[in-house]
């Protein structure tokens, strides 16, 4: 389970830092940077990859009443312009700058960090050995699930409701019948090449 080890070496206040939403082909990449409370931090707590949607649901809404919160959010349209790797650091950057603190330090999921002046080290897999970045990885995911379920409402042939906006074997069908939606990342290559199947298809 997560603990606050890495917590404890550093200076505080202490933000955890994860993201939501690198491989799907449609919706946005989600940030969300987590300062738990020095008391009363709920149980629970885990990777979200590991927790029921209904635990996820719950501790969200647990951790938006106890806990600093920040979360930043890239469009698919600026994920094409910038590629997924610069749109997440960017999303990790307004997530701790949507904090409306100065973390003194920043643990941030995975081998890479943003080009931000904030004192921080990267936890390869943090999400399961730091309890910020697992409560960081609860909300990003919570977060970009409930834009997709919004999202799956206006669009509903996708099968967001159930994918998220993956590369799911309903979402690909859909890509070839349909072709991409705005909401779509054109920059992935199986929006791409459905783009271009529904371009040939209309070609005289």
Not at 90 to 111: Q, R, S
Not at 162 to 170: F, H, R, T
Request: charged content about 20%.
């Amino acid at each position: 389970m997560p603990s606050l080890k890495h917590e404890k070496l550093c200076l505080a206040p202490v933000a955890g830092v994860d993201e939501a939403g690198r491989g799907p082909l449609a919706g946005p990449v989600v940030a969300a940077a987590v300062i738990l409370p020095s008391k009363g931090i709920p149980r629970g707590i885990n990777d979200s990859k590991k927790l029921s949607a209904a635990e996820r649901l719950r501790l969200h809404d647990r951790l938006r009443d106890c806990a600093t919160v920040g979360i930043g959010i890239v469009e698919a349209d600026e994920i094409d312009v910038l590629n997924i790797y610069w749109a997440t650091m960017k999303a990790m950057t307004l997530a701790v700058e949507a904090l409306g603190c100065a973390p003194g330090h920043v643990l941030v999921d995975g081998n890479r960090l943003p080009r931000w002046d904030f004192a921080a080290s990267p936890i390869v897999k943090g999400d399961a050995i730091s309890l910020s970045i697992a409560a960081a990885s609860i909300i990003a995911k919570h977060t970009r699930d409930t834009l997709m379920l919004d999202y799956a409402k206006a669009y509903p042939h996708y099968g967001w409701h159930s994918n998220k906006g993956y590369g799911a074997p309903d979402h690909l069908r859909a890509l070839r019948e349909h072709g991409p939606c705005p909401l779509h990342r054109r920059s992935f290559a199986p929006v791409a090449a459905s783009f271009d199947l529904l371009h040939t298809l209309s070609q005289p």
